[in-house]
C-alpha cells in the first residue's frame, strides 16, 4: 500500500461544550492538520496522488477556520469542535472534493490527522 501525506495547518479559536475542565473556555490552537491517501496503485507518472493538488484540496476546505472562531462555523455551531469531530469533517470534505475534481484516482482510504498540540491529536480514517 502507498501513502501520501500533506500537513497543512490554520489558527483557530474554540471551546467545548458539555464540557467540564479547561477547554470549556474560549481558548485557540495552531491547529495542524495531516491528510495521508493510502493507494495500491499508481499513476502513470508512479504517483498516487500530486502534492501540488492536494495541498490546494486540503487549503481549500481549512481555509474557512483560519483566525476564526470555530463554534461559529458549520457544523461545529451545532457540534462540538473537538479535534476527533474536525478530523472527520476535514476528511469528509478532502474526499468529496477528490471525487469530484479526479473521479478516475483509486484511492482505498484517507486518514485526516489534527493537531491541537505536538503532543496531542486525533485521526479518522474512512
Not at 50 to 76: A, C, M, Q, R, W
Request: proline share 3%.
Amino acid at each position: 500500500m502507498f501513502e501520501v501525506n500533506v500537513i497543512a495547518g490554520f489558527a483557530g479559536a474554540h471551546h467545548l461544550r458539555d464540557y467540564k475542565g479547561k477547554c470549556e473556555n474560549l481558548h485557540g490552537h495552531n491547529w495542524k492538520v495531516e491528510v495521508t491517501l493510502f493507494s495500491k496503485t499508481l499513476d502513470k507518472t508512479g504517483m498516487v496522488f500530486d502534492f501540488t493538488d492536494l495541498k490546494k484540496i486540503i487549503n481549500g476546505v481549512i481555509e474557512i477556520f483560519d483566525h476564526k472562531y470555530l463554534n461559529n462555523i458549520p457544523p461545529f455551531n451545532k457540534i462540538n469542535p473537538t479535534s476527533e469531530n474536525m478530523a472527520k469533517y476535514i476528511n469528509e470534505k478532502v474526499k468529496t472534493n477528490i471525487k469530484k475534481s479526479f473521479p478516475k484516482l483509486k484511492i482505498e482510504k484517507i486518514r485526516t490527522t489534527v493537531w491541537e498540540s505536538d503532543r496531542q491529536w486525533a485521526a479518522y480514517t474512512a
